[in-house]
């Protein structure tokens, strides 16, 4: 009997994550470059059936210009959750009945270092 396993839910940030922060406000974001292994390491993800789900501190208003830019950028998701605020994100979920192990997990980068060497 095969165990069934279902795929993994990534939550990524976009600024200082995926894309480089500058630092200089929102709007300058647009105008910012790919880190690198960022299209790659989603990619992977991708191929592996892991739902993608991207976070931003952009304004609500920024959707269509992000959404472009992800694009022009090759960078592919499954959901966008804007206006995100700068403050600390915390992720709550609920272990599975009878197992005895934790289903949501938090990795911290230092700004700009990418996801390239991130293991999921």
Same mark, same amino acid.
């Given at each position: 009997?095969?165990?069934?396993?279902?795929?993994?839910?990534?939550?990524?940030?976009?600024?200082?994550?995926?894309?480089?922060?500058?630092?200089?406000?929102?709007?300058?974001?647009?105008?910012?470059?790919?880190?690198?292994?960022?299209?790659?390491?989603?990619?992977?993800?991708? $191929?592996? #059936?892991?739902?993608i789900? &991207? %976070?931003?501190? @952009?304004?609500?208003?920024?959707?269509?210009c /992000?959404?472009?830019?992800?694009?022009?950028?090759?960078?592919?998701?499954?959901?966008?959750?804007?206006? $995100?605020? #700068?403050?600390?994100?915390? &992720? %709550?979920?609920? @272990?599975?009945?009878?197992?005895?192990?934790? /289903?949501?997990?938090?990795?911290?980068?230092?700004?700009?270092?990418?996801?390239?060497n991130?293991?999921?």
């Amino acid at each position: 009997m095969t165990k069934n396993i279902k795929p993994k839910t990534i939550i990524c940030d976009i600024d200082g994550v995926l894309v480089r922060h500058n630092n200089k406000g929102l709007s300058e974001q647009l105008n910012t470059e790919l880190l690198k292994n960022s299209v790659k390491k989603i990619n992977e993800w991708d $191929v592996k #059936g892991y739902n993608i789900i &991207l %976070i931003t501190g @952009r304004r609500e208003s920024m959707r269509q210009c /992000t959404i472009a830019q992800l694009r022009s950028f090759g960078i592919y998701y499954d959901l966008l959750i804007m206006g $995100v605020g #700068g403050g600390d994100r915390v &992720l %709550i979920n609920d @272990r599975k009945p009878k197992k005895n192990r934790d /289903t949501a997990y938090s990795i911290n980068l230092d700004r700009n270092e990418g996801i390239g060497n991130v293991e999921v």
